[in-house]
């Protein structure tokens, strides 16, 4: 399960720092990128609380940052923080990708039971 989620975070934030670059820089100017893997505790106000080792961790987490979801084998989605990081049932396995100094929330993976739906413009 956490293999799962680590996989998909090391897709999304590979995705993510190198889409700009060639295959060749990239491959020769990879970024490090750190990862933060603990249960879902909240998050509100942008601010997502992992438990860690039994201990609160809370990290940043502006609303159009990207979370990859992961329902099992080939079950996956990518939606915006905001759509639906608030509705993740407390004790789910979530993955936080970070930058090289720790501080700035690259992507969010979430194991979950069933993908969400994604909300109408109407829901908000």
């Not at 700009?20 to 601010?47: C, M």
């Not at 987490?61 to 990207?66: I, L, R, S, Y």
């Amino acid at each position: 399960m956490v293999r799962k989620i680590v996989g998909l975070l090391v897709l999304l934030g590979a995705g993510l720092t190198v889409a700009a670059q060639d295959a060749k820089e990239a491959k020769k100017n990879a970024p490090k990128v750190n990862y933060v893997i603990g249960t879902f505790e909240s998050y509100k106000n942008e601010i997502l609380t992992l438990k860690v080792d039994n201990k609160d961790k809370e990290f940043k987490v502006p609303g159009d940052t990207p979370v990859g979801y992961s329902a099992g084998k080939d079950k996956t989605k990518i939606l915006k923080a905001r759509e639906h990081l608030k509705d993740v049932k407390k004790g789910s396995a979530v993955a936080v990708t970070l930058d090289n100094d720790g501080k700035k929330v690259l992507a969010v993976g979430v194991f979950v039971p069933e993908l969400p739906e994604e909300k109408s413009k109407d829901e908000g």
